[in-house]
């Protein structure tokens, strides 16, 4: 056998490498390696996970046997008093202990003794990393719902406050048709429900107990995993040590949910930014969530949403990085996976940031009545309303579109809307009209005339701010 090729001061074991994993090793890490492999001044984030992980599994080892009871009781209680330590901000985070995890463990083998030592018996980092990240994703999908509602709660305000106020609503960003601005307000609100829908789907399959499985395999010790999984809140442990230490798509899916809860609010911000530019002038945000220029002292910028839509393209990031890290993986544990948590982070932080301020902001919105109703009444808004007229007058559809359409042309060339033609002016393009078409041709009439489930008349308006009150209570 060749000698192993290491300096004799180094012998594999010795103070040459004080890793917990520094058996046999010969040499210290290198400096440049152990700041590229460091993980712990991003995954300290997970500190409570892996101590509700940790406490969880000596309990576990006890009842089977593998621990003592009191062995068991030293680690819980010192697990606790690491917690207290981290808590207040003195716990002491070593680069040179690698992870969350290793910190922690020597942590508790330098207060309690060896028994310290076994809290690892029967798991792996790989397990325990797994179990920590499920239970983050859990806790955020929480936090994030719970934003959601405020958040659809403010709306649900705004759109009771708007029922009858009238803006024009757009396609093609043209002025359309007029609608009720608490209608506008419900679409944003049900937007968001279903990505509330989409992140609690999501924790389902997040809510599963990958420890057990070690590093891979399973472990040869007789452990309770179903016991662990109550514990910790979880439904049940996972089915496949091998899939369970490997695959991140729990991550994948909460960041897909959170990045099209971001397209959404982005598209608000987009409205949002429109309409509170003065050549709009829907909306006034509250000067204390706007900011000014530097150099123009007429600005009021909204900073918010801008920035809310500009963030977006972050936690699609988060959620590329995230895909992209997991295509080229083969079964099972890859330390590649140790990339997973900033984009997870990053994608719960920047969301739960862009929900609050939305939620501090849209139930101070100013809505400019006048203005919206002005915009409405311009742009022939009511010109579908004479076609459907015509129609009730015994007129196929397809002709009453074109005589409305020819009035409509006619109009343009007069500067005026269809309301100021006269009734002369207007049977010129159909015999059929009578001075009853007047009251049609009003953004009032309009709005009123559009009374089925779903759509925008102040009374159907009315009648969905009801039944998203009781959904409220049943969320
Ligand atoms: N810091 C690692 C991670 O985040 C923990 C698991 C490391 N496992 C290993 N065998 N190196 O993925």
């Known amino acids: 056998m060749s000698k192993p090729d290491h300096p004799q001061s180094e ?3 010795t103070k040459s490498n004080q890793k917990l994993w520094g058996g046999r090793f010969a040499e210290s890490t290198d400096q440049l390696v152990e700041a590229f492999t460091e993980s712990v001044s991003f ?20 009842r089977v046997g593998v621990l003592t009871d009191a062995e ?16 207040a901000g003195s716990f002491q985070w070593q680069q040179a202990l690698e992870d969350v995890h290793m910190n922690i463990e020597s942590a508790l083998t330098a207060r309690i003794g060896d028994a310290g030592k076994k809290l690892h018996t029967g798991r792996s980092r790989n397990d325990q990393v797994a179990t920590d990240l499920r239970l983050y994703t859990r806790d955020a999908i929480d936090e994030l719902a719970g934003l959601i ?6 709306l649900l305000d705004l759109a009771e406050r708007e029922a009858d106020s009238v803006m024009p609503g757009f396609t093609h ?24 829908g989409r992140l609690l789907d999501a924790r389902k399959r997040a809510n599963l107990l990958p420890l057990g499985s070690a590093a891979l395999a399973g472990t040869v010790y007789p452990i309770d995993r ?11 442990p996972t089915e496949n040590s091998l899939d369970s230490v490997s695959d991140r798509d729990f991550a994948i899916e909460f960041c897909a949910a959170a990045s099209l809860l971001m397209v959404h609010l982005s598209r608000w911000s987009e409205e949002l930014i429109l309409w509170s530019s003065p050549m709009f002038g829907f909306v006034k945000l509250p000067d204390r969530f706007c900011t000014g220029s530097s150099i123009m002292p007429q600005k009021k910028n909204p900073d918010v949403p801008e920035l809310v839509r500009g963030k977006t393209g972050r936690v699609i990031g988060d959620l590329q990085a995230l895909l992209v890290l997991m295509k080229g993986q083969p079964l099972a544990y890859n330390r590649d996976n140790q990339e997973d948590k900033q984009p997870l982070f990053d ?24 203005t919206c109703r002005a915009a409405a009444s311009k742009g022939f808004s009511t010109a579908t309303d004479l076609a459907d007229y015509l129609v009730k007058k015994g007129l196929p559809f397809r002709d009453a579109h074109h005589a409305v359409g020819a009035a409509v042309g006619y109009a343009v060339t007069k ?14 393009f159909s015999a059929l009209v009578e001075q009853d078409v007047y009251e049609r041709l009003t953004l009032d009439g309009s709005l009123r005339a559009r009374n089925h489930y779903g759509a925008t008349s102040p009374e159907q308006v009315r009648a969905a701010i009801a039944r998203a009150k009781k959904q409220a209570e049943r969320l």
């Open 11 to 13: 012998q594999p074991g």
């Open 43 to 62: 995954d300290r984030r997970l500190w409570r996970q892996d101590i509700a992980g940790s406490q969880a599994h000596a309990r576990m080892l006890a």
């Open 72 to 87: 068991a009781q030293a680690i819980v209680g010192g697990l606790d008093a690491i917690h207290a330590e981290i808590a």
């Open 149 to 154: 509602e405020s958040l659809a709660a403010g």
């Open 173 to 196: 960003l043209q002025i359309a048709q007029p609608v009720s601005f608490g209608h506008h307000m419900l679409a944003w609100r049900e937007m968001i429900l279903r990505d509330r």
């Open 226 to 236: 179903h016991y662990v999984a109550g514990q910790l809140g979880f439904d049940g």
């Open 347 to 370: 994608a719960h932080d920047t969301v739960a940031a862009c929900l609050r301020v939305f939620g501090a902001m849209l139930p101070n919105l100013t809505v400019e009545r006048e």
């Open 415 to 428: 500067a005026c809307d269809l309301a100021d033609l006269s009734l002369d002016e207007l049977r010129k």
